[in-house]
């Protein structure tokens, strides 16, 4: 059974970082579309980034390109997903979300509403 599981959000000022971290801890992640989202209060929810995990090419939201980070460590018993984040903005509070695609589906080929298997998020808070 999928179970994602992210960590690493927390309070920082502009223009500091962080690392998100999305645990798989039913399998290892293999032939798909990794994704992450965010949800700021009152507004939708918003993809960040995403990945295939077969070969790590990598997509971003123009809002985050050049900032974020997207990567994974798909070693022997280190099932993880990764965010960095820098020079972070006060638009970038929000909670943010790993989901997974449907399996052997590459990126290019995933809308946003195809990504299931949500974690419980983490939440990402950056005053000016």
């Known amino acids: 059974q999928v179970q994602l599981v992210e960590s690493g959000g927390g309070s920082v000022q502009a223009g500091g970082s962080l690392r998100l971290s999305c645990v798989d801890s039913?399998?290892?992640?293999?032939?798909?579309?990794m994704g992450w989202f965010r949800q700021a209060p009152g507004k939708e929810r918003e993809e960040v980034a995403r990945?295939?995990?077969?070969?790590?090419?990598?997509?971003?939201a123009d809002s985050v390109k050049g900032r974020f980070t997207v990567s994974l460590d798909n070693a022997k018993n280190k099932n993880t997903l990764y965010l960095q984040m820098n020079d972070l903005e006060p638009e970038d509070t929000a909670t943010y979300y790993c989901?997974?695609?449907?399996?052997?589906?590459?990126?290019?080929?995933?809308?946003?509403?195809?990504?299931?298997?949500w974690g419980q998020g983490t939440q990402v808070t950056v005053s000016s």
């Open positions: 990945l295939n995990t077969d070969d790590g090419t990598t997509y971003y």
């Open positions: 039913g399998y290892t992640y293999s032939n798909r579309c």
């Open positions: 989901a997974q695609g449907p399996p052997f589906w590459r990126c290019a080929g995933v809308a946003p509403t195809d990504f299931g298997s």
